[in-house]
């Protein structure tokens, strides 16, 4: 059976000499691993190798589910993400590698998630269309920490971030001090926090922005890596281990 569909390449590796194996975050299919069979050759019928965040109509034989796809046919889209740019700026394809690499890791083999599809479509071209200067880095920092905590709530992980899990009062600015406990899955308030003993504490303006990721877009550095050190650690738990690409995010 041959299934239509938009996808965008979240992860290729060599094969053979001359194929890969090319996962795709499909629209309607989701995360889809296939063989894209000679696409290394020179007459690639994929127009050449397929690089990560390639975008476009991609045909594939599914045979079964438990075996790879056979990637069928595959019609790139120009425009949709400008890989000058992000050959140009180093955080800014960090930052688009680190989204691949949390879906990859966190959304199943075709399990659809069409609302986080576009918005790694979106996060990937307004990162790599944005004029990019170091005072953008906050904007995809800020835009990045939206795009997890939309793949959080879409696989229906998102830690509570409005109220102390614990006792449950709703998170305010008077609190005097504000922690999150990636073992209890959300913001613990100073009463509860000696229950939990792998809390951290976060500035009040990162749990804020943690609350309504609408202030995401007017919050200073120290508070956006502030949160995404909390969703890095929160993130780790969920996977096990820490994601790849994490060190080159909070380091920058
Ligand atoms: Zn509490």
Redesign the pocket.
Known sequence: MLTNDHGICIRAVDYSETSQVVTFFARQTGKVPVIAKGAKKQKSSFGGPIEIFSYGDIVFSDSGRDKLATLAEFEPLAGMVNYPVLSADIFALNACLFAAELVNALVNDYDPHPGLFDSLLQFIHDTSHDRSSNDEHGKILANLIVFQLVLLTEIGLCPVLDY??????RLDVRWPEVYFSSHAKGL??????GAFPDKIRLTTEAAQCLADAKLLALAGEPALKNVEDILIRYITDVLGRPPKMAQYILNS
């Open positions: 102390c899990v614990n006792c449950r009062n613990i308030c100073r009463d509860c926090q």
